[in-house]
Each structure stands twice: as C-alpha cells, then as structure tokens.
C-alpha cells in the first residue's frame, strides 16, 4: 500500500519555506513522540539542511514514557537537543522556552563580538501534516492564534508569532511527496497524519493489532478481552489476515459492530481501533523503538 500524497497546498508551503529560511536562524522541527522517525520530514531535511535546529516530541501524553525518554537520550547522542511536549496541558514548554533562550543568547553573543547588535532572531516551526503544531503554537502564543483541529492539512498559511526574543514563523504540515516504505506509512496513518480518504482502514487496523500483539498485549486485552497467545508479525496484510481477521471478529462482537443479520462490520471496527490509538485509549503506546 504505497501511500502519496503531496497535494497543490503542500507543493507551495514547500516553496515558501524556501524562501522564508535564508532568514532563519533556527529551525524548531515537531515530530510525533509515538513515531519520532518516520514523523520527522524529509522535506526539511533538504531545505534546512545546515540550519541549527530544536526538535519537539508532540503528544508525549500518547507516547511510552519509557521509549520517549530513549529517543530522547538517542537524540542527545547524535548532538539533538528534543523535548517531549504534550501542547494541549503545557508540559514541556518551559524546557523548550529555555532551550530557545540558550539558542538565542548564543546567537546574539556571537553577533555581538562581531560588533553587530541584534534585537530579535527568527525561528520557523516546522512538521508533517497533524503532529500538532497549531496547537503548540497556541501554547507558545498564550492564545489562540493558529487553527487547531484533529486532521491533517488545517494549517495552510505562514504566519508569524513572538516569543521572547525570537519570532517563530508557523508552516503548514509537509510530507515527502513518496513515503520511504508501507510501514512507513501505515505508521503515519495510524497517527492520523495523512487522511483517511487515501489509505484502507482494514490494513492501518491490522498493522495496529499486530504490532500491539507484539509490543502491548496488555493493551488488547485490557480494551478488547483479547488475549494473545501468539504475537503476529507483520509482513503485509495478506500475509497476516487469517490469524488477525478472527481479532476483527472478536471485538467487532465485543463492541456491537454488527450489520443486519449479525455480522461483524469489519470496517468500522478498523476505525474503531485505529480511533482507539489516535486518541489514547490503548494507553500509551510508541510505534518506534530506538533500538528496532
């Protein structure tokens, strides 16, 4: 399941971003603390290259605590200063706020013995589509300056917002015109940074139950009373259907998602579960692991 998606909007924040970052001096890049590798973008990667840069954990709430603190020492290591974040409690942002105030002091220090006296520096806040920039924008803002909402592509214009002595430009969400790999993009689609018109819920539902099968099998049977005596690797979704479709068939019936005659209705229990994961009823659960 190749999934693309880089539509007109997409095509011209990547060209603004262009330009706006000649006067950048740092870039604040989001990433999904659940996936902190295949939601950071490629696209920023080409762009900003040789930009110093700060990277944000999004909804560190949603996330392991035990693997957010990995990738967090992981990051450190590779010279990445990353701070979990959950934007709608504030958790996170003083940590990020004097992070920016080192950044900035530095800068200004250094402009400084060059005989250059500069009032403010310019940051640009970046992510893919849905990793929850508006709403840290808001949290950094105090108020509501930026559109939030729980689907990607909100965010469709460059606006500016101050922050002590940095004025952070606000992007919409850009992802790479073709994604790395599917499980690259069935993470992604499970996180809900891509809309549910281009991928099929079955197989977003059955990556979800798989990897969970491996990872968190607590979880299943705490939300669904499933309990896995053998946990499924997952290969591809026909591969895997006949040992995952019977878990379909459990929870379907557990929950009431049934169609005339009593059958199980397969796909809205794919997007029950899929809703399940988004929103943080499976408890905290992180799809990438440092060491996998």
């Not at 949603?62 to 957010?68: G, N, Q, R, S």
């Amino acid at each position: 399941m190749p999934i693309q998606w880089f539509p007109g909007h997409m095509a011209k924040a990547k060209r603004l971003m262009a330009e706006e970052l000649r006067g950048i001096d740092v870039v604040v890049e989001l990433a999904d603390a659940r996936l902190p590798v295949s939601s950071r973008s490629p696209v920023l990667d080409e762009l900003a290259r040789n930009k110093p840069r700060l990277m944000v954990l999004t909804r560190v709430d949603l996330a392991d605590p035990h693997c957010t603190e990995q990738w967090v020492e992981r990051f450190q290591r590779e010279g990445v200063i990353a701070i979990p974040v959950n934007a709608r409690t504030g958790q996170g942002l003083r940590e990020f706020r004097r992070a920016l105030d080192e950044f900035v002091e530095a800068k200004m220090n250094r402009a400084r013995a060059r005989g250059i006296e500069r009032a403010v520096t310019r940051g640009m806040i970046c992510g893919i589509p849905n990793v929850g920039k508006s709403t840290f924008v808001n949290q950094l803002a105090g108020r509501a300056v930026a559109k939030t909402g729980d689907r990607p592509g909100v965010t469709r214009s460059l606006q500016w917002i101050r922050v002590g002595r940095t004025e952070l430009l606000d992007t919409p969400g850009v992802l790479a015109p073709k994604l790395a790999n599917d499980e690259q993009g069935l993470k992604l689609a499970a996180s809900g940074a891509v809309k549910e018109e281009i991928f099929e819920a079955y197989e977003v539902c059955a990556y979800v139950l798989a990897y969970l099968s491996g990872r968190y099998p607590d979880a299943l049977a705490k939300r669904y009373g499933l309990r896995v005596e053998t946990p499924i690797e997952w290969t591809n979704l026909q591969d895997v259907w006949p040992a995952v479709q019977p878990w379909f068939e459990h929870i379907g019936r557990a929950r009431g998602a049934l169609v005339a005659g009593g059958a199980v209705d397969e796909e809205r229990v794919a997007k029950m579960v899929i809703r399940d994961f988004q929103e943080g009823r499976l408890g905290p659960v992180s799809l990438e692991w440092p060491e996998d």
